[in-house]
């Protein structure tokens, strides 16, 4: 199985990018996908001061044609081991038709009663959405589709929903591993508020099958968020 491996980084997490890329590198080709303009490194791809949806699309462009899962990780997200992350990623997708596979996340907008949830085994549940965080694609689900018109959602809200609504349509698990717990600050480097008006232009330029399959896990994350 072939893993490609992705780190975004941006302003001040350009170390914790070095910190990343030089613990995962043997687990995959690793490209760190950069948007600060003052800290550049030649073998990383290095962009113009570009926000999420710009580094996604540039990821989506490098995946290589013989490549199985994506590995993408926010460079202010803290995984303590990543030999454990890898490990259960290898095994989970040894026993099930996996789509998405992420591990559990401390800060997230999606944080689920999992008496709720679909249980597959110990600690393994699926769920509407993983968030964005930290997460292995199939490749079967980024597909070599450019999800991100910048002229209409440069931030880049949305990409979780629409790779979760492939899983849906191609018969793939959605998965999250409580076995592992990431680390992830509160705070944002962009306006929040028009993050979600930009999704909601997003949303609406979406296909109909995309967007209705979008929507019902919406409906189903409403129901199993916690309080």
């Known amino acids: 199985m072939k893993i490609q491996n992705f780190i975004f980084t941006w302003n001040q997490f350009v170390p914790n990018a070095i910190d990343i890329e030089s613990k995962i590198s043997k687990y995959g080709k690793t490209k760190v996908i950069n948007s600060n303009v003052n ?3 030649d073998h990383w791809i290095n962009l113009n001061d570009g926000y999420f949806a710009e580094q996604w699309n540039t990821l989506v462009s490098n995946i290589d044609s013989d ?10 997200a803290i995984v303590k081991d990543f030999e454990k992350l890898y490990s259960r990623f290898f095994e989970i997708v040894s026993k099930y038709d ?19 949830l679909n249980k ?20 079967k689900i980024t597909k070599d589709k450019i999800i991100y018109n910048l002229d209409t959602n440069i931030i880049g809200y949305g990409v979780d929903w629409y790779y979760s609504a492939e ?5 793939k698990y959605i998965l ?13 480097n962009y306006d929040g508020v028009k993050g979600n008006e930009l999704f909601t ?13 979008m929507l019902e896990l919406m409906d189903k994350h409403t129901i199993y968020l916690i309080g």
């Open 39 to 41: 800290e550049k490194r």
């Open 67 to 76: 490549t199985d899962f994506v590995f993408h990780i926010q460079s202010d």
């Open 98 to 116: 996996v789509g998405i596979y992420a591990p559990n996340v401390d800060y997230t907008w999606h944080k689920y009663n999992i008496d709720l």
């Open 120 to 139: 597959l085994e110990k600690n393994v549940y699926e769920v509407p959405n993983t968030d964005c965080t930290c997460w292995f694609i199939n490749t």
């Open 167 to 171: 899983c849906v349509l191609q018969n």
């Open 176 to 188: 999250r591993d409580y076995t592992i717990l990431v680390d992830h600050p509160t705070h944002k």
């Open 201 to 213: 232009i997003w949303f609406e330029e979406q296909t109909p099958v995309i967007k209705e399959k």
